[in-house]
Structures are given as structure tokens and as C-alpha cells.
Nanobody, 120 residues
Framework: QVQLVESGGGLVQAGGSLKLSCAAS????????MGWYRQAPGKERELVAR???????YYADSVKGRFTISRDTAKNTVYLQMNSLKPEDTALYYC??????????????WGQGTQVTVSA
């Protein structure tokens, strides 16, 4: 199992920046993927960015060039640096840990969510 604790959300004006943090309860190298998802009101939860145990990164098209996912393995913490924020980035952001046993068998663990609000 994995416990995740998020921090760093808040209110920012369009064009501003925020940095989210997610502290995991176990070694990041033992977690297949650490990711950030977001869910806006009335919309489905979507993957924003993800980093694999080997360091490979994925970004949704909507955030490429603006968001950066990184990690500090000594602190078992993953970060999401969000720059050039837009009102459409407003959402509840969730940290996710995915533990794969096989390609079709995995477990997902979620943080409690942190609100990001971008004003126009």
C-alpha cells in the first residue's frame, strides 16, 4: 500500500505559477508510476503528468511546455511545477501512485486532492 499526502494548491492569477508536492509513504523506485490527475467540476478526472520509476515522463498535450513533473527520491516526494497557468487549469488536483504487478493488473492509490484555482 501507499499513502500520499499532497500540498501546494491555492489561488493564483492567470499567468502565475504554483508548485504541488506529493509525499509518498514508500520508496519511489518501488512505485511503477507517480502521477498527477485533475478533475474540474462536471468533467472527468484526467491525467496531467506522470513519471515512471525509471524516470520516464508523460504530459498531457494541454500542459506540455507549461508543467513539469519531477521527484526527489531521497524525500519520496513528487512535484508538479505549474507555470503560465490558465483559468482552464482550475481543478482539484490528485496525486496518484500506480503499482503494476503485470501490464493488466495494477493498484491505484490516491491522495486527498488539492484545489488549484486560476483567476482570469
Amino acid at each position: 500500500q501507499v499513502q500520499l499526502v499532497e500540498s501546494g494548491g491555492g489561488l493564483v492569477q492567470a499567468g502565475g505559477s504554483l508548485k504541488l508536492s506529493c509525499a509518498a509513504s514508500r520508496n519511489l523506485f518501488s512505485i511503477s508510476y507517480m502521477g498527477w490527475y485533475r478533475q474540474a467540476p462536471g468533467k472527468e478526472r484526467e491525467l496531467v503528468a506522470r513519471i515512471g520509476a525509471g524516470g520516464d515522463r508523460y504530459y498531457a498535450d494541454s500542459v506540455k511546455g507549461r508543467f513539469t513533473i519531477s521527484r526527489d527520491t531521497a524525500k519520496n516526494t513528487v512535484y508538479l511545477q505549474m507555470n503560465s497557468l490558465k483559468p482552464e487549469d482550475t481543478a482539484l488536483y490528485y496525486c496518484n501512485a500506480a503499482l503494476y504487478r503485470t501490464t493488466s493488473n495494477w493498484s491505484d492509490y490516491w491522495g486527498q486532492g488539492t484545489q488549484v484555482t486560476v483567476s482570469a
